[in-house]
Nanobody
Framework: EVQLQASGGGLVQTGGSLRLSCTAS????????IGWFRQPQGKERDGVAC????????FYEDSLKGRFTISKDNSKNTVYLQMNSLKPEDTAVYYC?????????????WGNGTLVTVSR
């Protein structure tokens, strides 16, 4: 059974940083891509970043490049999202997902969400 567990959300002040983690199980980490998405309250879920489990190739939502960095630790089956210079508009529930290729539009498997709140 494919399982994805997101963690690391919390409350942070504007300009602060957070690192989210997504730990995967039930599938071969090297054969999948893991993506981060976010959904602000009352809005649609949007893609943030994606990384391939095998070669580490990455894709980002253009507007987030430079502030957000996606990385992985294959030994831990975990993908991270480092978020710096956070803004109130980054407030959202952040989800991780898995699919055999990277996409910023959808994933085949989804984990739980973790709430990130950026205060003014």
């Amino acid at each position: 059974e494919v399982q994805l567990q997101a963690s690391g959300g919390g409350l942070v002040q504007t300009g602060g940083s957070l690192r989210l983690s997504c730990t995967a199980s039930g599938f071969s980490f090297d054969d999948y891509a893991i993506g981060w998405f976010r959904q602000p309250q009352g809005k649609e879920r949007d893609g943030v970043a994606c990384i391939y489990g095998n070669d580490g190739g990455t894709f980002y939502e253009d507007s987030l490049k430079g502030r957000f960095t996606i990385s992985k630790d294959n030994s831990k089956n975990t993908v991270y999202l480092q978020m710096n210079s956070l803004k109130p508009e980054d407030t959202a529930v952040y989800y991780c997902g898995a699919m055999t290729y990277c996409s910023l539009y959808d994933m085949d498997y989804w984990g739980n969400g973790t709430l990130v709140t950026v205060s003014r």
